[in-house]
């Protein structure tokens, strides 16, 4: 189900968004879309304190973990490979 939303914008507000969208080959409402899916993507959604909490308890184990510049020349030599293909 589609749900209506309706904002208030100065004149000069709309006039420059009406300018973006149009050089975007799009309309206004369709912009206003795509922008406000991706200020949702990039604001988190989890409460803060509960990523706190799983960093904590993540921190707490000591997995094994292999020498570091070696780690390091295999992600690289992994990263390379891929370009290649």
């Given at each position: 189900m ?11 507000e709309?006039?420059?968004?009406r300018?973006i ?5 799009m ?6 879309r ?12 989890l409460?803060p ?10 921190v ?23 370009n290649?293909?």
């Amino acid at each position: 189900m589609s749900k209506r939303l309706q904002v208030v914008l100065e004149d000069g507000e709309m006039r420059a968004i009406r300018t973006i969208a149009k050089r975007r080959r799009m309309t206004v409402a369709e912009w206003v879309r795509q922008v406000l899916r991706s200020a949702r993507r990039e604001k988190p959604t989890l409460n803060p304190r509960r990523k706190m909490e799983a960093l904590h308890s993540a921190v707490r184990h000591t997995f094994p973990s292999g020498d570091i510049e070696q780690m390091l020349a295999e992600i690289e030599r992994g990263y390379l490979a891929d370009n290649v293909q």
